[in-house]
């Protein structure tokens, strides 16, 4: 990766809706491994130095592609949380010491942060949790019903977008897939009704890499009256996520897969939703009174934030947020379209890779190489210093539509080079001279 400034502007849902073309679900075709022409190569990324050296924990000669799971994280990240264990610790909203005043300070900075990141109204809006799993969950058991007993889903749902919906009490009707890999919303247009309260779909899919058009989804969950929740995990570190271009009710997405620590998760909502929706746990903070008779309860986004928050993890999430508007959403995307366009045209070339999805797909490859489990795989890449996923990707009904047991995923991050792709190459072709 070069080191050469870019400006790109600012992309919101037309950059989307330009990812809509091309790719097959699944291809193969004759040949060995070639390298790309010029066009497809990566972009480069508007940061002074070398971008691997902001990352200590990828060491030279090791190629970490799993980025999809969990990203890396940069030195500013490590740094900050450092700081505000050794440094600046001290609890929020209570204390009415100094160093629990800056605390509570840099606690609520990061929820501006955060509210600035993806387009919300107000901070009030941000609710942190444990995760994007936790907040599903949230939306699932406290969103007040309304006589609507059922969520539309799509087949690429993570289990994390599907579990909860169930364990809560709805009905789930699954909207199929297009040929190409992503959310046929022709057929979600037909299945929707007033029965669905809500329509749960991923903004980008976390094996295929397909981008949902989500402003097409909100249009049609609000024509028949229901709500649309998006699970942004996949899509927040990589493109420009404004909610209310997008339309939706509800933005779902994690701190470590955003460059940030692991623990902390945001939930936006409409301030109306959240406001209608009861509280998710009891304990301090949320409340307004307590007494043995009964008690009142704190305006969201305290009313959802029981207990003493993850308060590190919020200022972790607050530094990589920051570190990710420094390099600019729009060339972090770039970037990775170039590499995902690389490893495809790459991958192609070898007859026995079968791919998944859409070509333009969002920082993620998934493919199987006929014959040899995805685990195998894995091992042999694992053994070459190359470090992919190999599973079903918590998407066990997408394997089914695809009809394999597993995948193998590659998936890049704005610290991926063009060696990645080479040395998965170079690793696919270990896996043919031991199977054959």
Sequence with gaps: MNDATLNPPRHGEGDQAQLGGGGSQHERSPGCAAPPPPAMLAVPLPVPGKMRDQFPAIPKGWHYLDTAATAQKPRAVIDAIANAYGRDYATVHR???????????????????????????????????????????????????????????????????????????????????????????????????????????????????????????????????????????????????????????????????LYGPTGIGVLWGRSALLEAMPPWQGGGSMIERVTFEGSTFAPPPGRFEAGTPHIVGAVGLHAAIEWVEGLGLAAIHAHEKGLVAQTREALRRINSVRLFGPDNSAGIVSFSYQGVHPHDVATILDDAGVAIRAGHHCAQPLMEVLGVAATARASFAAYSVTDDVEALVDGLERVKRIFG
């Design 95 to 257: 204390g009415v010491y100094q160093r629990s005043s800056n605390m509570t300070v840099a606690f609520e900075k990061a929820r501006e942060a955060t509210a600035r990141f993806i387009g919300a109204n107000s901070a009030d809006e941000i609710v942190f949790t444990r995760g994007a799993t936790e907040a599903i969950n949230l939306v699932a058991y406290q969103l007040p019903k309304k006589g609507r007993d059922r969520v539309l889903l799509s087949a690429l749902e993570h289990h994390s977008n599907i579990v909860p919906w169930q364990l809560a009490g709805y009905g789930v009707d699954v909207c199929p897939l297009t040929a190409d890999g992503r959310i046929d919303l022709d057929v979600a247009e037909r299945m929707i009704s007033d029965r669905h309260r809500i329509v749960g779909f991923a903004h980008i899919s976390n094996v295929l890499g397909s981008v949902l058009d989500a402003r097409r989804a909100a249009d049609i969950a609000h024509g028949a009256g229901a709500l649309l929740l998006l699970d942004g995990c996949q899509a927040a570190p990589r493109m420009t996520v404004d909610v209310a271009a997008l339309g939706c009710d509800f933005y779902t997405f994690s701190g470590h897969k």
